[in-house]
């Protein structure tokens, strides 16, 4: 299990010198390139990317074993895939900045993340991030940080996209709030049907791949849709509508938002403005609630997102206390991370928390500063070896420790002399 830490982490002095450290990376680019003369600009020396060490961002803090380890943000393609100036006045900056057009510039122009809400992951790992406000879906290789794109008016029409689920065959779902539908796209990113039966304003969506079953929150109608993962047809709807989100009892639904499915088929819907989760059966039975309104730990204030990770930890992404809580699936806090900020591991804007449980990857996506974090869980297993390994390592130094002492407590044997000899 994870430790039980009642309070939020803070991040030290090493969060803080990697925070400005990648502040000024972020920065480079424009400060560099504004003041190169033009003998660096033609200097053909091969030069080294700055990399950052973000292996000490951990929670909880040493000493403690680290149960989730910060990796990396995405927010934009990389710079290198900008195209070099046609002429000295017409440099990337220019492109980018809008002073020059892009066919007058005849180069790519940056994309970069605006309003990111829901997150989704394939097979490859690759991380599937839509954003609300530039109106397509972005696909983050984390390996090579290559990005792609499902563009809106040229894969498919794209209003107000909000919540993303992937299946085990790589289909991917996308929530579209405006347009009142579910699209459903193949692994190739073609899209091959739509759901609209009983949608009014659909927000987040979850897939569970065991029982086949497709569940899309949403928001205006209090009420969590079930559909047939396979044929698109609406099954069940779970809560009561038409309350104007009045409703508080146990198994409705005031505004829910972020869904995610356990191994055994358990629903978890953060309720957002009863802030608290819900919890089902794979039959839409209601079983437990936990949460209230509060700063404290174990409270929430607008809880939106939710994931299950490998073990079946809770995580909650809650929006207006820009933090992620981890809890038990009886509702007990295990431990607590973020907190206003742009350091790594604090969020503007926190909306969503999305598990890739095949790599034990956890992300965040956050709508001000327009980025997606990515983290490490370790798992209990993985726990569990690490402190037999300190346990060991504790037990090696005692036994050395008290080898040492009674080296140094035993009494030295007598010297001997020789008795002299006659002459």
Not at 156 to 161: E, L, N
Not at 321 to 341: A, P
């Amino acid at each position: 299990m994870l430790e039980l830490r009642k309070r939020t982490i803070e991040i030290g002095p090493i969060l803080l010198a990697a925070a400005l450290l990648l502040t000024v990376v972020m920065g480079t680019p424009f400060a560099a390139y504004a003041g190169k003369n033009k003998k660096a600009a033609n200097s053909t020396e091969t030069k080294k990317t700055p990399v950052i060490d973000y292996s000490n961002i951990v929670w909880p803090n040493p000493p403690a074993i680290a149960r989730i380890r910060y990796l990396a943000f995405y927010s934009a393609q990389p710079l290198k895939d900008l195209d070099a100036p046609k002429t000295k006045k017409e440099g990337w900056m220019d492109r980018l900045a809008g002073t020059v057009p892009q066919s007058d510039g005849g180069g790519k122009v940056l994309f970069q993340l605006a309003q990111p809400y829901g997150i989704a992951t394939d097979s490859k790992g690759y991380v599937y991030v839509a954003d609300t406000k530039v109106g397509a879906i972005f696909i983050f290789n984390t390996e090579t940080r290559d990005v792609q794109m499902i563009k809106n008016k040229v894969d498919a029409h794209f209003s107000r996209i909000l919540g993303l689920a992937m299946d085990d065959d790589d289909r991917l779902f996308v929530a579209d709030a405006d347009l009142r539908h579910v699209l459903v796209f193949d692994k190739n990113h073609k899209a091959i049907d739509v759901i609209t039966e009983g949608m009014d304003e659909p927000s987040m969506v979850a897939i569970d791949t065991q029982n086949r079953l497709l569940y899309v929150s949403d928001v205006k109608q209090d009420q969590i849709l079930v559909y047939d993962a396979d044929t698109f047809k609406l099954k069940r709807k779970m809560g009561t509508g038409g309350k104007n989100h009045a409703l508080t009892t146990p198994g409705d639904f005031a505004k829910p938002t972020g869904v995610a499915v356990d191994k055994e088929g358990n629903l978890y819907v953060a309720d957002t403005l009863n802030d608290r989760i819900e919890v089902f059966d794979a039959d839409g039975q209601f079983i437990r609630t936990w949460g209230k309104n509060g700063d404290g730990p174990g409270y929430f204030a607008r809880p939106k997102g939710v994931a299950v990770d490998s073990d079946g930890h809770i995580w909650v992404a809650d929006g207006m206390q820009d933090r992620v809580q981890v809890f038990t699936s009886e509702g007990q806090l295990l431990i607590s991370m973020g907190g206003h900020g742009l350091l790594p591991g604090q969020y503007q804007g926190l909306v969503n928390v999305a598990a890739d449980n095949r790599r034990n990857r956890i992300y965040t996506s956050e709508i001000y500063p327009g980025r997606v974090q990515e983290f490490r869980y370790v798992t209990d297993s993985e726990f569990d070896q690490l402190k037999k390994e300190r346990e060991a390592l504790r037990a090696g130094n005692a036994v050395k420790k008290e080898g040492e002492a009674a080296s140094v407590s035993a009494p030295k044997p007598a010297e001997q002399t020789t008795p002299p000899q006659p002459k």
